[in-house]
């Protein structure tokens, strides 16, 4: 059977990382892709491992690191589109920037890193995009609006993109896992608080320090898993809910209706 190729865009750490691993120890051959390769020491020196540039805000970097890929490998059967940003706060005090950069890296730089790669998948009648959502792409959390809507995008994306690219050879996935302690609350988040708005303060402070003990689970390479058993598993399935928080969380949320389900997620805060 011929090797296979996945691209992976936010391969500099946590999910993207664990999942360049994964892949490469499956037989894969990997476009690890991110934002600064020439930081990366570990994924460069493994077998059928191309560290690439890709920002997923740079058009030029989106196609370049494609073809390189396809260069390298001869084609990509894959795509894994990981890399994210979260923000935290309220959503009247966000920075116009803030705003704009949590749709351009979670949303618009997906769309973009996907339209890259689908000519080469439709001329192959043949490719998986897994797309990196949330448990939060399917119930939403105080004070993460920016990051919510973001992710509901890429869940209705999903969902609808299927329907266009199955015909074509094409299936689109949604891994969605709960709570893990990556590194993304110290590198990919943008904290604004309740500003100098001083009606949201008791409610945000009180939601922010229970958000700090809140329990993550450890456990990050299970999501590299879900990943590619995504990619690999062959099948028609949409959504791989991923950890015990999301698995519990969405199919709670699946029985009830919307005010239960906001009393549900009130209890916990
Ligand atoms: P992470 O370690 O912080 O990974 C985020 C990755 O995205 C980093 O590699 C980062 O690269 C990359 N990135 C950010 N902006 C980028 C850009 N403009 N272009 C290319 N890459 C960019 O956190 P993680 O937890 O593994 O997150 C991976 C994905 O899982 C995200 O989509 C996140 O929303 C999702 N997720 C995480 C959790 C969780 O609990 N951890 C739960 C549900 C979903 P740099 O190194 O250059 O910053």
Redesign the pocket.
Same mark, same amino acid.
Not at 74 to 91: C, E, F, K, Q
Not at 134 to 162: C, D, I, N, W
Not at 218 to 238: M, N, T, Y
């Given at each position: 059977m011929m090797t296979k190729t996945v691209l992976i865009?936010?391969? /500099? @750490?946590?999910? *993207?990382?664990?999942a360049v691993r994964l892949f490469q120890k499956n037989g894969w051959n990997v476009v690890a892709?991110?934002?600064?390769p020439e930081?990366e020491a570990e994924l460069g020196v493994l077998d059928n491992v191309l560290l690439v540039r890709?920002?997923?805000?740079?058009s030029g970097?989106i196609q370049q690191a494609v073809e390189e890929g396809i260069a390298r490998f001869g084609r990509i059967d894959a795509l894994v589109?990981?890399?994210?940003?979260?923000s935290l706060g309220v959503l009247e005090a966000a920075p116009a920037e803030v705003v704009r950069?949590q749709f351009?890296?979670?949303v618009f730089?997906l769309i973009e890193v996907t339209k890259a790669v689908l000519p080469h998948m439709r001329k192959n009648r043949s490719g998986v995009i897994v797309n990196? /959502? @949330?448990?939060? *792409?399917r119930v939403a959390f105080p004070f993460s609006t920016l990051?919510h809507a973001?992710?509901y995008a890429v869940e209705g994306l999903s969902e609808s993109l299927q329907f266009e690219l199955g015909p074509l050879g094409i299936r689109v996935k949604l891994?969605?896992?709960?709570?893990?302690?990556?590194?993304?609350?110290?590198?990919?988040?943008a904290t604004f608080g309740a500003g100098d708005l001083l009606d949201y303060q008791p409610a945000y402070n009180d939601f922010a320090g229970k958000v700090d003990t809140w329990p993550?689970?450890e456990r990050?390479w299970e999501?590299a898993e879900a990943i590619f058993e995504a990619a690999s598993d062959g099948s028609q399935q949409l959504r791989y809910p991923v950890?015990a928080d999301?698995v519990q969380l969405l199919e709670a949320s699946k029985q009830m209706d919307d005010l239960a389900v906001k009393n549900m997620i009130s209890s916990f805060l």
């Amino acid at each position: 059977m011929m090797t296979k190729t996945v691209l992976i865009t936010g391969a /500099s @750490s946590g999910f *993207g990382k664990d999942a360049v691993r994964l892949f490469q120890k499956n037989g894969w051959n990997v476009v690890a892709s991110m934002r600064s390769p020439e930081r990366e020491a570990e994924l460069g020196v493994l077998d059928n491992v191309l560290l690439v540039r890709l920002d997923v805000t740079d058009s030029g970097s989106i196609q370049q690191a494609v073809e390189e890929g396809i260069a390298r490998f001869g084609r990509i059967d894959a795509l894994v589109n990981n890399a994210g940003h979260g923000s935290l706060g309220v959503l009247e005090a966000a920075p116009a920037e803030v705003v704009r950069q949590q749709f351009d890296v979670n949303v618009f730089g997906l769309i973009e890193v996907t339209k890259a790669v689908l000519p080469h998948m439709r001329k192959n009648r043949s490719g998986v995009i897994v797309n990196v /959502s @949330s448990m939060g *792409g399917r119930v939403a959390f105080p004070f993460s609006t920016l990051y919510h809507a973001t992710k509901y995008a890429v869940e209705g994306l999903s969902e609808s993109l299927q329907f266009e690219l199955g015909p074509l050879g094409i299936r689109v996935k949604l891994v969605e896992p709960g709570g893990y302690k990556t590194d993304f609350a110290g590198r990919s988040l943008a904290t604004f608080g309740a500003g100098d708005l001083l009606d949201y303060q008791p409610a945000y402070n009180d939601f922010a320090g229970k958000v700090d003990t809140w329990p993550m689970s450890e456990r990050v390479w299970e999501v590299a898993e879900a990943i590619f058993e995504a990619a690999s598993d062959g099948s028609q399935q949409l959504r791989y809910p991923v950890g015990a928080d999301a698995v519990q969380l969405l199919e709670a949320s699946k029985q009830m209706d919307d005010l239960a389900v906001k009393n549900m997620i009130s209890s916990f805060l």
